[in-house]
């Protein structure tokens, strides 16, 4: 199985910081990956797929990028409904694989 | 309003049986592949299931293939899991998606999610 392997695991940040969070993966998957938002206690919500396309409704401080190996999920000014934990997951292959995640908590 | 209901939740004894629905409403059913991804407490994501528009393929992580069966009724908007032999470390919040499927698979509407906890 095709292993994602996400940094950090955590990071503080203010608002209006610009975050980058990182999704690496154990071999080639061209750019079959998505990104996840999940608060606490809810359910995820899709943010980003294909590595890089924006997904209806979400906003465009959201950026995605990468291909092959290593990816990015860019916050571009940090908001207060931004504080939650995301995950990428790739669709390469089954079986599908979502990284460990990212929490992104208020300094 | 697009919208998946799960349910069938709760305590179960380890090496017992639950089986989870997810009813489908707003949206043409029959049109899209269905998902169950799980949540362990305080733990990640984990996809644990697919199911095409027709039924006709389906795909599970490791851990639970040969346990868990997804099945799906077009007539009735709905998805189902049935899983047996239950094990502590299938204890989590089971959550319904569901994937749109043309060259790239992402899970774009999601349930609220089910709980299921696998004690003696």
């Known amino acids: 199985a095709i292993q994602m392997t996400q940094s950090p695991s955590s990071l503080s940040a203010s608002v209006g910081d610009r975050v980058t969070i990182t999704c690496r993966a154990s071999?080639?998957?061209?750019?079959?990956l998505g990104w996840y938002q999940q608060n606490p206690g809810k359910a995820p919500k899709l943010l980003i797929y294909a590595a890089s396309i924006l997904h209806s409704g979400v906003p465009s401080r959201f950026s995605g990028s990468g291909s092959g190996t290593d990816f990015t999920l860019t916050i571009s000014s940090l908001q207060p409904e931004d504080f939650a934990t995301y995950y990428c997951?790739?669709?390469?292959?089954?079986?599908?694989?979502f990284g460990e995640g990212t929490k992104v908590e208020i300094k | 309003e697009v919208q998946l209901v799960e349910s069938g939740g709760g305590l179960v004894q380890p090496g017992g049986s639950l089986r989870l629905s997810c009813a489908a409403s707003?949206?043409?059913?029959?049109?899209?592949?269905m998902s169950w991804v799980r949540q362990a407490p305080g733990k990640g994501l984990e996809w644990v299931a697919n199911i095409k528009h027709d039924g006709s393929e389906k795909y599970y992580v490791d851990s639970v293939k040969g346990r868990f069966t997804i099945s799906r009724d077009n007539a009735k908007n709905s998805v189902d899991l049935q899983m047996n032999s239950l094990r502590g470390e299938d204890t989590a919040v089971y959550y319904c998606?569901?994937?749109?499927?043309?060259?790239?698979?992402?899970?774009?509407?999601w349930g609220k999610g089910t709980a299921v906890i696998v004690s003696s």
């Open positions: 707003g949206f043409r059913f029959s049109s899209f592949w």
């Open positions: 997951l790739h669709d390469h292959t089954y079986p599908l694989t």
């Open positions: 071999q080639g998957i061209r750019n079959e």
């Open positions: 998606a569901r994937g749109e499927d043309g060259y790239y698979y992402y899970m774009d509407v």
